[in-house]
């Protein structure tokens, strides 16, 4: 019989600090399925071909902060 695993979650980290990306990169692909987006409009190209199981958004970005990508 074959081990069957479970499907990982899916989490897209937002934030335009490229040293935070690479920290969560580090901290949650060993257990979750992970893509990191620089900006509220690269999370938008994203999410017209997946759905997250969550995203974690930095509401300080240069651009579109946080507040606008939820709003």
């Given at each position: 019989?074959?081990?069957?695993?479970?499907?990982?979650?899916?989490?897209?980290m937002?934030?335009?600090?490229?040293?935070?990306?690479?920290?969560?990169?580090?901290?949650?692909?060993?257990?979750?399925?992970?893509?990191?987006?620089?900006?509220?409009?690269?999370?938008?190209?994203?999410?017209?071909?997946?759905?997250?199981?969550?995203?974690?958004?930095?509401?300080?970005?240069?651009?579109m902060?946080?507040?606008?990508?939820?709003?």
């Open positions: 019989m074959r081990n069957m695993r479970p499907e990982r979650e899916l989490i897209i937002v934030d335009d600090n490229i040293t935070n990306l690479t920290v969560a990169k580090n901290n949650l692909s060993g257990k979750y399925d992970l893509i990191t987006a620089p900006s509220g409009k690269k999370l938008f190209e994203i999410l017209e071909r997946v759905q997250p199981d969550l995203i974690l958004l930095d509401i300080e970005m240069s651009g902060n946080g507040s606008e990508v939820i709003g």
